[in-house]
């Protein structure tokens, strides 16, 4: 599987913090819907309908899903609403705790003894000491501008944990592909099937030769605010490019062959992946990493997965909710 995007796995093997004890899950509250746009119920055409996927990521077969209405964020989450996640509750982060992140090379703002190598099979990845959500970049980085850019280095433990103190939860991969699609059928993006409509940059991807050129055509070098470019039919923002994003379903590449012998599916969950570490999630959207030259998967049907514990400066996330009577909080917006 081509990783440009984000390397695969914990970068734990190269260093490790002694840091403080990440801790326990934030306790669950009650149900918070701010912030959230309402997705109707339907049953829609799941997959890759243009065959461009890679075969390994499980893009196939189309199949049909049938969805209850939801509810999910209109962006993904920013530094803002994550930092007073962090300051009600004291969490550390799994970045945090191993003391060291991925960091794309181009965008690393940190000294050369804190550079400690390159991720495996992905050079371009640097293992940078003391990258965190906070300094997503590296120490000499931080999010002082970036309040309302999507959170990175951010876990789908993190993310999880969030989920619980905010009173959401991740969506399924079903539910963010239906909600990416924005009420479009068989579309290759959330906007259609041209990238740049009438020449006008529609999302936040690489533009130039991956991975040492970027022209930021788009006005982009890495994160995007969180409310760039244009919402979808929903109302959702940058459901493509930007960040990954994560999703509650276990990843398999053999996923949609399993369920296309019994479609329609209603609402379907990904395989069980119990507590070990090493069973990779759903990540969705791409980032402003991806290229068609070598990561095709800013499409709305494009797929990936890493390890529940892996971070890396473009990987983010948004949170949803069951449909239900609102019962809001006060709490942040994502």
Known sequence: MRQCCAPVGTIAPLHRDTGPAMPARPRATIRNTKGQVRIPGGTFAMGDAFDEGY?????????????????????????????????????????????????????????????????????????????????????????????????????????????????????????????????????????????????????????GAFPHTNSQEDGHLATAPAKSFRPNGFGLWNTVGNVWEWCADAFSADTYARRAASEPVFDPRGPHAGSDQGTQRVMRGGSYLCHDSYCYRYRVAARSGNTADSATANIGFRCANDLGPPEVRPGPSS
């Open 55 to 207: 075969p390994q990521d499980g893009e196939r077969p189309v199949h049909d899903v049938r969805l209850d209405p939801f509810l999910i964020d209109a962006t993904t989450v920013t530094n803002t609403a994550f930092a007073t996640f962090v300051k009600e509750t004291g969490y550390v982060t799994d970045a945090e705790q191993l003391g060291a992140s991925a960091v794309f090379h181009l965008t690393a703002k940190a000294r050369s003894g804190d550079v400690l190598g390159h991720a495996p099979e992905t050079p371009w990845w640097l293992v940078v000491r003391g990258a965190t959500w906070r300094h997503p970049y590296g120490p000499l980085s931080s999010i002082g501008t970036l309040q309302h850019h999507p959170v990175v280095q951010v876990s789908w433990n993190d993310a999880v944990a969030y989920c619980a103190w905010a009173g959401k939860r991740l969506p399924t991969e079903a539910e963010w592909e239906y909600a990416s699609r924005g009420g479009r059928a068989r579309g290759r993006y959330p906007w259609g099937d041209d990238l740049t409509p009438r020449g006008h940059w529609q999302c936040n991807i690489w533009q």
